[in-house]
Structure formats: C-alpha cells, structure tokens
C-alpha cells in the first residue's frame, strides 16, 4: 500500500472515526485495490520498439545550421589507464599472497554477440593478470547443467568472481539460476540481494552490475556533473536501464525512465542533462531529442548487416551519432565508448572480490 494511503488511514484512524468504522473503510481501501490493481504478471509486458536502421537527417535537422561538436568519451582510453592499475594491484596481490583473482565465466550456447563479449572478457582477464575459466554448455542444456556448474565454482576457492553470460537460452530459469550464485562471487551484481540493496537507500550491494558503473565511472571521469541535474534512462532492463537509474539517483540526479510504452519520449528526453540509451535499437535517439549542451552515454550495440566488415556485420548504438554530436556536448561513440569500460568494470569487481574474499588491502 502507498505511503499516501497509510498516511490518510493514520489520519483517519486517529481524528475522524471510531473502530468499527475504521475498520470498514480499510476493508473497502483494501478490496478498491484488488479491483483496481492488475496483477503483476499482467503488467510484465515485453518492451518492444520499432527499430530504424536508417539515421537520415530530417531537413528541420540538416537546415539548423548547429555545427556544435560534442567531446567524444574515449571508453578505450579509460579503460586501458585503469586496466593498468588492476594490473598493478594482481601483481601485488600475487607477490605478497602468491594467488591471482579467478573469474569464471558460463556461457551456453552459440549467440554471436554472446561469444565475442565472452571472448573481450577473457583477453582483458589475460591482460591484466586475472585468471579466468570458462564453461560452455549446449543450448539445449538443462537447468540443472547450469546450476552444478554455478554450484561447481561457488565451492572453487580460486574463484572470486562467477558470470552468467545473459541471455539464457529461452527454456532456461534465468531467476533459478542467477538464485544459484554465491553473493560474495555475484561480481555481475545481479543476484536478487544484490540489485535489492542497490535500490534501498541506506544499504550496500557488494557488487554494482558493470554497464551501469561503466556509464557512471565515464561520467565522473569526464567531469560531468550527476548531482541535481535531470537524468533520463532510455530502456528498464534488469542488466542496463533498471540498476543505471537506480545508480543515477544514487548520485543524486532526478531520473525518468523511458520504455516501449511511454507517450512523447522525445519530449521527456529533450529537458534532460543526462541521457542514457539502452534500448537497443538502432538510431532511435535523433538530434531533436536532445537538449543543447547535454551529455549523451549510448549503450546500444546492435548488429547491423554490412558485408564490408569482416564479420559481415557491424555495432551500432540507440544513437543517431551524426545528428547528436552537433546537439550534445559530451557523446559516447558505439563502438569504443560504454563497451571497453563495462569489461574494465568487471575487472574491477573481480579484483574487489578477490581483495574482500583474501583479505588483501
Ligand atoms: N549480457 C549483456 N551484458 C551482460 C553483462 O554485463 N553480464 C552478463 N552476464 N551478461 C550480459
């Protein structure tokens, strides 16, 4: 029930009516509820957005004559400045306990996108001294399959950090499974606890999931601004959109959530400082959805079909880059921009376990 609701029966309850009364009102607040509420799988409705492949200026666009050329964020930049850092402290930590942080990763099936964030994940695991283990599993695997090899490396002390590469084959009880990961190893931060202590003020997850951090850690080392300003997260995903509010209103932005069903996005996106993409649909965020001078964080990355490119197909972000870079002041490129710094994250959180997990300062 609504802290409005509670109110207003509290104030009932005490000035205006005897018990019996009191008691009939919250029986009629009650069942008004039920009638009023649907359930909640009801209200669990896909997100699904029209996707446009095309990024064609619109002549109001082209004939603006706004050259303005927004800062571009260089993810890769970053990352390889703290990637030298996390190589710094595995060394320390291999000298003075002669043991490395351990990731395990579990991936099942054959997903393109899949295997190659997979592979990224492992060579930066290389690169900077962690050692990583890999467990791939056949599509049609079953929950248990999943879950023994969760379970396998929760026991592994030379794990300190588990990842399920999400998304699951459609038959597979992702909640069961992601349920399955010892806490202190959830260096993904998805783990129900996790993402529950991310949302409750005053509380602490032990791990942040790592596109969210990457896009709050490209922010404050570009020197933008978070507290007070107007944020707005395009997507409510429980990897990207959902946790990267709740990070925003951890920094103390005022934040609004734009998804599938919500009226005039464009209109909401244009008042805000921030604005962050993760819809996952190519060029859905034109040039007249920002606001001049605002800060542009895309983490789309969408494959687009194009036979010049070795793998016959490309990344593209939420972002029409051509039109937002004359309108932003700071943009994040797809590729090179959100991507390196999630996988640096994860190192982040890797090395973190294993200093928390080896009691190593
Ligand atoms: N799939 C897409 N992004 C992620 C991520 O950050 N972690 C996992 N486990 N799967 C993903």
Same mark, same amino acid.
């Given at each position: 029930?609504?802290?409005?609701?509670?109110?207003?029966?509290?104030?009932?309850?005490?000035?205006?009516?005897?018990?019996?009364?009191?008691?009939?009102?919250?029986?009629?607040?009650?069942?008004?509820?039920?009638?009023?509420?649907?359930?909640?799988?009801?209200?669990?409705?896909?997100?699904?957005?029209?996707?446009?492949?095309?990024?064609?200026?619109?002549?109001?666009?082209?004939?603006?004559?706004?050259?303005?050329?927004?800062?571009?964020?260089?993810?890769?930049?970053?990352?390889?400045?703290?990637?030298?850092?996390?190589?710094?402290?595995?060394?320390?930590?291999?000298?003075?306990?002669?043991?490395?942080?351990?990731?395990?990763?579990?991936?099942?099936?054959?997903?393109? %996108?899949?295997?190659?964030?997979?592979?990224?994940?492992?060579?930066?695991?290389?690169?900077?001294?962690?050692?990583?283990?890999?467990?791939?599993?056949?599509?049609?695997?079953?929950?248990?399959?999943?879950?023994?090899?969760?379970?396998?490396?929760?026991?592994?002390?030379?794990?300190?950090?588990?990842?399920?590469?999400?998304?699951?084959?459609?038959?597979?009880?992702?909640?069961?499974?992601?349920?399955?990961?010892?806490?202190?190893?959830?260096? %993904?931060?998805?783990?129900?606890?996790?993402?529950?202590?991310?949302?409750?003020?005053?509380?602490?997850?032990?791990?942040?999931?790592?596109?969210?951090?990457?896009?709050?850690?490209?922010?404050?080392?570009?020197?933008?601004?978070?507290?007070?300003?107007?944020?707005?997260?395009?997507?409510?995903?429980?990897?990207?959109?959902?946790?990267?509010?709740?990070?925003?209103?951890?920094?103390?932005?005022?934040?609004?959530?734009?998804?599938?069903?919500?009226?005039?996005?464009?209109?909401?996106?244009?008042?805000?400082?921030?604005?962050?993409?993760?819809?996952?649909?190519?060029?859905?965020?034109?040039?007249?959805?920002?606001?001049?001078?605002?800060?542009?964080? %895309?983490?789309?990355?969408?494959?687009?079909?194009?036979?010049?490119?070795?793998?016959?197909?490309?990344?593209?972000?939420?972002?029409?880059?051509?039109?937002?870079?004359?309108?932003?002041?700071?943009?994040?490129?797809?590729?090179?921009?959100?991507?390196?710094?999630?996988?640096?994250?994860?190192?982040?959180?890797?090395?973190?376990?294993?200093?928390?997990?080896?009691?190593?300062?």
């Amino acid at each position: 029930m609504s802290f409005v609701a509670l109110t207003w029966m509290n104030c009932i309850r005490r000035h205006l009516l005897p018990k019996a009364r009191f008691l009939h009102t919250l029986q009629v607040l009650q069942s008004e509820q039920i009638l009023m509420s649907p359930s909640l799988a009801s209200l669990d409705l896909p997100d699904i957005w029209t996707p446009n492949y095309s990024c064609q200026s619109s002549p109001a666009i082209l004939k603006s004559g706004n050259e303005q050329t927004a800062m571009v964020l260089d993810g890769k930049l970053m990352s390889t400045e703290i990637r030298s850092k996390i190589a710094d402290q595995v060394r320390q930590m291999k000298k003075c306990l002669g043991k490395v942080p351990g990731l395990a990763v579990i991936l099942v099936g054959q997903r393109k %996108d899949s295997l190659t964030y997979v592979r990224n994940k492992i060579i930066a695991c290389e690169e900077v001294g962690i050692k990583s283990l890999v467990t791939e599993l056949p599509t049609d695997c079953a929950d248990a399959d999943v879950q023994n090899a969760v379970m396998r490396f929760n026991k592994d002390p030379s794990v300190h950090g588990i990842l399920v590469q999400l998304p699951l084959p459609q038959h597979l009880d992702e909640e069961k499974i992601l349920d399955a990961l010892c806490l202190e190893k959830d260096v %993904d931060g998805f783990h129900p606890l996790n993402m529950g202590n991310l949302a409750l003020r005053g509380r602490e997850p032990l791990f942040t999931p790592c596109t969210p951090k990457a896009c709050i850690e490209l922010l404050i080392r570009s020197g933008v601004k978070i507290m007070g300003k107007k944020a707005v997260v395009i997507g409510r995903s429980n990897i990207v959109g959902l946790p990267t509010s709740l990070l925003l209103q951890r920094h103390h932005a005022t934040v609004t959530i734009i998804h599938a069903f919500t009226e005039n996005p464009e209109q909401i996106t244009s008042k805000a400082d921030i604005v962050v993409s993760a819809a996952g649909v190519p060029n859905l965020v034109r040039g007249n959805w920002i606001k001049s001078g605002a800060t542009v964080i %895309d983490v789309g990355t969408s494959p687009v079909e194009d036979l010049s490119c070795e793998e016959g197909y490309r990344l593209v972000g939420d972002v029409c880059y051509e039109e937002v870079v004359k309108v932003a002041s700071v943009i994040t490129p797809v590729p090179g921009g959100v991507g390196p710094m999630t996988v640096t994250m994860l190192l982040v959180n890797t090395l973190d376990s294993a200093k928390r997990m080896l009691n190593f300062t």
